[in-house]
């Protein structure tokens, strides 16, 4: 009996700690009424949760658009969704019913509290934090339906997060207004350099259809000083940077900035200078994220960049190669160097650089190639090249061609390296170098690291930059 009894107790432990997980870790849907004094038209804004975040995390952020966005009387809701993780409801397009499911429930919750709904494609609006956000644009996408058909939903807020980088759902052309709410030191896959795709889209439809009608149905802004986690208050995401603002002053930009872009609107139903006071709140923040990611654009284009007559280069190895030749400030300026980049690698392998002297000059042809990092079905973090390989001539073989002395003979690619940060540091935002210098860790240039037999196809498809961070420093070594 003893032993038999042990053996029932051991069985029941585990769905006991399974229950008592359900009824502790388990969410609820949550209602925010609008504000007693909001007398405007009637929305809604339902939130998607990010991963593992808590769905009460986002009523704090809920509230602060709501104060900012009154006269409107804003309702909001935010579903619980399964594990937390609302991937596993709406993975793909064709599988998003249960956290469709989940949306309206949480909206006949709120119908039970006073909501009259409306009609979705002008009334219901849909945002999501982080991973919520990725899932909130499946959703619409899911329900879009065909071209010429009412939409399921106003339109889109995507915070810390991103729609589709290119396609029928991409910023360029999303079918409803979007909004993209990233900040300025998240630690995760929604930092400003992922930012910056969207970012170009922003400016492409400036370019087609105007500066304020972009600031109203696209915008795309970053908010200084602000990280990852301060989307959802009293939940620290794992990774993220520190936040250099306090939650109150965070929470109330994000909700007065959210706000704007919702009564932007002309679905809003506010009257036109309410808009175009919103607008100009969205305009202010557009311009801030203009002078912030222009300096990540210009770097972009150092690693390549396109001529005016379709040739595409790498303006940084065109510039390496006057630092390898080495040669004096009189002599330099008879060296040209044009580059030629190269997509693919096995490309990059069969070009060589060659040379024409004449005139006293030495025109310089380079090969060009970048390899970045991976970005599995828009996943990943980083959108720099994690390297720029650059074939260049010999200091000895454009002292040669010149018929001169180069001042500094074997110049390695140590000092390429130590070129390319101080071009980033000349291009960096007043801001981002400021913190740099006062927090940053500086970087150790390593000595060149020899590459098997010197055999060139070692170099292309076996050998590459290697960055390790450590307590002092970020070393880089190139081969």
Known sequence: PRSRGACASAALAPWLLLAAWRLVGADTSIVVPPLSNASGPEKMLVIIPGGKVPNERYAATAAAIQRAARPLRLWAVIPAVFQRLCIISCPARAACAPLRDAVDGALRAAEDQGWRRGLDSKDLWLAGHSLGGVCADTLFQAYAGDQGQPLPYAGLLVMGSYVDKDGAFDLTNYPAPVMTLNVELDGGLARPGKTAVWWRQYLDVAAAAGDANATARKPVVVLPKLNHSDFCPGFDVPGDLMAEVGQAEATETIGRVAAAFLVAQPSSGLPAVARAQAVAVLQEHVDWTRAFLAPYIEAQAWERNASGQGR????????????????????????????????????LEHCHPNWTAAGGQLAVRSCSHADFY????????????????????????VAQQLNASAREAAVDCRRANQVAVQIAEALAAPSTLERYRRRGRGWCFLEDRPVFGQIGPVWVFASSLELEGNATCMSVSSP
């Open 374 to 397: 991976p970005d599995v079905a828009n996943t990943g973090s980083i959108t720099a090249a994690s390297e720029v390989a650059c074939k260049l001539l010999s200091s000895d073989r």
């Open 312 to 347: 595409v280069a790498s303006p940084l190895c065109a510039r390496v190669q006057h630092v390898v030749a080495g040669l004096s400030s009189v002599d330099d300026r008879r060296l040209m160097v044009a580059d030629t980049f190269h997509e693919a690698s096995t490309d």
